[in-house]
């Protein structure tokens, strides 16, 4: 794409139906496999204080935490940091050009906990905040990750809004972000990704955003495999939202009882169409790269549990292809 053509595409929301990568825009029919919840660089001075357990900053061992995803068919992830809370468009890009992997990256704000000292996160009102993820969205993410006062728009876009919620009812600073997410929303068609804090809260979310105008088909809410209970699980899918599973790789051979008997209970029901995976791999102890089973496994580990429950592997394809070409495109028909 020319610096016309890419101006030119910038000037206006999507308008065809693409699932919008870090390295260009692409059809849902050529995603492939997509892992929906990953973390790939998280880089900011309060992390690398307070979490260092979370603190990747490594392109290199981002690159070859992907190799065995490759080899076993990923095609996609999506990396779900948000702005000002350690993203790095740039690392990013490097990442998926090196690695053959497409990264869709998120605009949107994550819990307060990741923005001591940015009042701005706090106090600016939703249309304020709205305008920033939408120009994360069309024109390109600021390379300076909305962490200075000067902003410097890359060639990189988000493809999709992540915003979060601490408890099972949303804060009115939770509120005010999901209002800005809903803006986002109807003026890019972008999905909506969301936190849930220890998997709770989610029916709260989608109550709230469905007020604000975004569709729960649109929503995609994450960690609720943190609670197995079968119940609030069902309720989740009968609310229309769909639900990334990612945490079956911290789960290890009791996802069985956990995540693996979740997926099996939405097959039983007929609505697996709801679900996604991912690996929620923030933690450097769960990557390959530092002795971990890698985030690969999502693929194979719990390819091989759902087939131990008696689910072929026309469920995986539907948890990785069919349901994210579904979900993630923005724009409109």
């Known amino acids: 794409m020319t610096g016309r053509e890419r101006a030119a595409a910038s000037a206006t929301p999507a308008t065809a139906r693409v699932v919008r990568t870090v390295t260009g825009d692409v059809a849902p029919v050529d995603l492939g496999p997509c892992l929906a919840h990953e973390h790939l660089i998280i880089d900011t001075p ?3 204080d307070r979490w260092p ?3 990747l900053t490594s392109v290199d061992e981002a690159v070859a935490e992907l190799g065995p995803c490759r080899a076993a068919g990923v095609a996609t992830v999506v990396d779900a940091m948000p702005a000002a809370a350690g993203r790095d468009v740039i690392r990013l890009a490097e990442i998926s050009e090196r690695s053959g992997v497409r990264i869709v990256a998120a605009t949107g704000l994550h819990t307060e ?3 001591v000292g940015q009042a701005w996160t706090r106090e600016e009102a939703p249309e304020v905040l709205a305008e920033l993820f939408i120009a994360d969205l069309v024109e390109g993410v600021d390379r300076h990750d909305y962490l200075g006062p000067i902003v410097r728009r890359t060639a990189h876009r ?3 809004v992540k915003v979060a919620s601490s408890g099972e009812a949303p804060t009115a600073r939770d509120l005010r972000l999901f209002e800005a997410a809903a803006i986002a929303h109807r ?15 989610g029916l709260a979310q989608v109550e709230a955003l469905g007020r604000l105008g975004v569709p729960a088909d649109r929503l995609v809410l994450s960690h609720t495999d943190k609670v197995h209970d079968l119940g609030y699980h069902r309720e989740l899918r009968a609310s229309g939202a769909n639900l990334v599973y990612d945490q079956a790789l911290r789960q290890g051979e009791s996802a069985l009882e956990g995540t693996a008997a979740l997926v099996a209970d939405a097959v ?5 169409d709801r679900l996604l995976v ?15 089973p890698g985030i690969a496994w999502i693929v194979t580990g719990l390819g091989a549990l759902l087939g131990r429950l008696g689910l072929g592997e026309e469920v995986l394809r ?6 994210p070409a579904r979900v993630l495109p923005m724009g409109s028909d």
């Open 158 to 160: 988000a493809g999709i």
């Open 113 to 115: 906990k990741y923005y």
């Open 318 to 323: 539907e948890l990785l292809v069919t349901t």
């Open 53 to 55: 357990e979370i603190h």
């Open 268 to 272: 039983g029901a007929g609505e697996s």
């Open 187 to 201: 003026r890019t068609g972008a999905a909506v990704l969301t936190h849930c804090e220890a998997g709770r809260g």
């Open 278 to 292: 991912g690996t929620d791999a923030a933690r450097r102890t769960l990557w390959s790269v530092h002795g971990g």
């Open 46 to 48: 309060l992390v690398a």
